[in-house]
């Protein structure tokens, strides 16, 4: 039980160009679903926190406007990259919880933008 | 903010030795846990171990709450437990993960 999927896996795409990510819960329903980004030999560093219904809390220096969170359903949540440039090239990841504040983790997606 | 610091930074094993990992805290915390991410970067949950011990076949891990720390032991370890194994923990009322920055584990043949 408790399996977070993301889709896609990687995805190459143009600067300027947006790029949508999903995370879903695939067994249970999320109360919470979380963001990440993880650089290159580094650790997890938390981007934004969103529940059900509501608007996503963002980080201290993460850009709203520029990473856009929805979160539909209790087993969806989207990350938009919107404007993409070189340097949001990264691994994100996203993770869910349901009542309990165990976090499950999605298997990432690999964003590379020329 | 808390910190969370884990030791070693790197640790380089022969199939078969045992391994004790372990992450310090700076404050209370009401979760903490233990992930290890696979070279394909997926973060697999090991333990949920805000106190107390647990085990899982080879891997145990015990959190000394009022101590401030966890330890994590892996024993008999095979290649395929190489990878890079984190701690996190929340604190208060939220449910923010504050992550430590990992043990990275190669286990050779």
């Known amino acids: 039980g408790a399996v977070v999927s993301q889709h896609p896996s990687w995805v190459i795409c143009k600067s300027g160009t947006s790029v949508k990510i999903e995370c879903r819960s695939l067994d249970f329903q999320a109360t919470t679903m979380f963001w990440y980004r993880q650089f290159p030999k580094q650790s997890l560093m938390l981007m934004a926190t969103s529940n059900e219904g509501s608007k996503a809390t963002y980080e201290q220096g993460v850009e709203k406007d520029k990473f856009l969170i929805n979160h539909a359903s209790l087993t969806l949540s989207t990350l938009t990259v919107t404007s993409a440039h070189p340097e949001d090239s990264s691994f994100y990841i996203c993770?869910?919880?349901?009542?309990?504040?165990?976090?499950?983790f999605g298997p990432g997606t690999r964003l590379t933008v020329t | 903010g808390i910190q969370v610091e884990q030791s070693p930074p790197d640790l380089i094993l022969q199939e078969g030795a045992n391994s004790t990992l372990r992450c310090n805290f700076s404050d209370s915390v009401n979760n903490l846990q233990w992930f290890h991410q696979n070279p394909w970067g997926q973060l697999i949950n090991l333990f949920y171990i805000p106190s107390g011990t647990k085990q899982n076949g080879r891997l145990s891990a015990t959190t000394v709450a009022t101590e401030r720390y966890s330890l994590l032991y892996i024993s008999s370890s095979q290649t395929t437990d190489s990878g890079v194994y984190f701690c996190?923990?929340?604190?208060?009322?939220?449910?923010?993960?504050?992550f430590g920055k990992g043990t990275k584990l190669t286990v050779n043949p």
């Open positions: 996190a923990v929340t604190q208060g009322g939220s449910e923010k993960l504050v």
């Open positions: 993770s869910a919880s349901a009542s309990t504040y165990e976090q499950y």
